[in-house]
């Protein structure tokens, strides 16, 4: 019912920024909150942030406040994270996520993109 798409993961350089898109296909409902974790190799799929459709509150992982930002545009059915001032342990397959309203896990999950940053 509901479909992610990642896009906008490349190789940047330590400091620099990058922008990732999730468009998201499916009812609203289904949707609820959006959310984006990352997985290095090796390592567990961690959460770094997330936003509710409706309302746009955010949450963030401790390891990215202020540098990262979520966001959405409902018009176009996509969630966005900037992110700035990237550090090489930023490195990892970032994921867009979906929970379904009411529903506190995440049901859908985009096929990820590629985040590496060189130092």
């Known amino acids: 019912q509901v479909q992610l798409v990642e896009s906008g993961g490349g190789l940047v350089q330590a400091g620099g920024a990058l922008r990732l898109s999730c468009a998201a296909s499916?009812?609203?409902?289904?949707?609820?909150?959006m959310g984006w974790f990352r997985q290095a190799p090796g390592k567990e799929r961690e959460f770094v942030a997330r936003?509710?459709?409706?309302?746009?509150?955010?949450n963030y992982a401790d390891s990215v406040k202020d540098r990262f930002t979520i966001s959405r545009d409902n018009a176009k059915n996509t969630v966005y994270l900037q992110m700035n001032s990237l550090k090489p342990e930023d490195t990892a397959v970032y994921y867009c996520?979906?929970?379904?309203?009411?529903?506190?896990?995440?049901?859908?999950w985009g096929q990820g993109t590629q985040v590496t940053v060189s130092s």
């Open positions: 499916g009812p609203t409902f289904s949707r609820s909150v």
């Open positions: 996520a979906a929970q379904q309203l009411g529903v506190n896990q995440y049901d859908y």
């Open positions: 936003i509710t459709w409706i309302g746009g509150v955010a």
